[in-house]
């Protein structure tokens, strides 16, 4: 079954591809894993890590509520958006993205490489519950991580660093 943008990915597989050329070289595990994979896997991969992005809490609402995707966002005050101010539209009290931020279609992509290469073995152990490892004078400890927490959570660092900025917050309540 093949990706439908606005439907089960924010990014097309083409655009996805153009993306990953023009962020990593040729001798990258990334590109050569991504170029070796059939137009099917890369739709499977895509909506894995689509479905982990649509997973997270983000701030600010859907930018209407009938649409199935997290994004594009509104939010209510100037002090809940992110980026410049110029990618969003003043409409009726609330700042609305115009369309899905490239940030939330590159943090999919970078979301399904990870996918693609792996789930890493740390997260692996958190995710299985272990508290700490060791291997000979090198050791680590999960203390106080959830492991629920870590399931939940963007894979790949980059698609995290991307998609901080959106993510729901705590807040003081005073």
Known sequence: MSLTVGTDTYI?????????????????????????????????????????????????????????QQFPRAYRTENDIVGIYAAYIYQSGWYVQASVPDDVKNAQVEEALVLLQGIPARLQLQMQGVKSMSLGDLSESYEGMHNTKVIEELYSTEAKRIMQPYMLRAVRIR
């Open 12 to 68: 097309s597989q083409v655009d996805a591809t153009t993306y990953i050329t023009a962020q990593y070289v040729s001798s990258t595990p990334e590109y050569i894993e991504w170029s070796a994979l059939s137009s099917g896997d890369k739709d499977v991969w895509l909506r894995k890590a689509y479905n982990r992005i649509e997973s997270q809490k983000f701030c600010g609402e859907k930018f209407d509520l009938r649409q199935t």
